[in-house]
């Protein structure tokens, strides 16, 4: 197993374009996590999901975001109608249930640019 | 206030040298505590996790924790320039399944 994958690794686009990010958490792992993460700040919760269902969205989701984990597996995140605020580094984790003590295991991240 | 809180830094040590980090955490309910380092440009990796009060200890680190005070601190002793990265406190509560981090303290290990 090869970790938590997240691609593509960088982006850059156009304010008002939409943009989606996709990330394959390790195998066996059933709790899926994005966090978005600002320079100079820690990583700021925004979706969770066990298995294929989400379970818990943070306010700081706005309706221009949107994620899915089909079948339970890979999760994308998709922003709509960027704008520059959304420029930061979005961040997937993934963990087993039952073996949380051992925290998260993150994914290298997708750094957005929105310009 | 956040619900977690660090000293943003840099805490600049002396390589040889213990580094002492702190966190406050401001929800009672917060059961696991979890630090992880960062170096720049990459992901977070998990160090260490604490659930009791006391000290932890893995190799050169040392997790502390005093729910009493909400206070959750790491120790790390002989210090080395590899040791150099941002240090996040993430807490866990009993209610929800998702980590909430600190801001990270910048470490800086000089030679």
């Known amino acids: 197993d090869t970790g938590v994958s997240q691609n593509p690794r960088h982006k850059i686009t156009k304010r008002g374009q939409n943009v989606t990010f996709r990330c394959d958490p390790i195998?066996?792992?059933?709790?899926l996590y994005w966090y978005r993460q600002t320079l100079g700040q820690g990583p700021e919760f925004l979706t969770y999901f066990q298995n294929e269902a989400q379970l818990e969205k943070s306010r700081l989701l706005s309706d221009r975001f949107s994620a899915e984990r089909p079948k339970g597996s890979f999760s994308t995140l998709e922003i709509q109608r960027t704008e520059q605020g959304d420029s930061a580094m979005y961040l997937c984790a993934s963990s087993l249930m039952d073996r949380e003590s051992y925290g998260y295991t993150f994914g290298s991240g997708t750094r957005l640019t929105v310009v | 206030q956040k619900e977690v809180e660090q000293n943003s830094g840099p805490l600049s040590v002396p390589e040889g040298a213990i580094a002492s980090l702190n966190c406050t955490y401001s929800d009672r309910g917060s059961q696991s505590f979890f630090w992880y380092r960062q170096y720049s440009g990459k992901s977070p990796e998990l160090i260490m996790s604490i659930y009791s009060n006391g000290d932890k200890e893995d190799g050169r680190f040392t997790a502390q924790l005093n729910k009493a005070s909400q206070y959750v601190s790491l120790l790390i002793r002989d210090s080395q320039p590899s040791d150099s990265a941002t240090y996040l406190c993430a807490v866990k509560r009993t209610a929800g399944n998702k980590l909430t981090f600190g801001g990270g303290t910048r470490v800086l290990v000089k030679p």
């Open positions: 195998s066996e792992h059933n709790r």
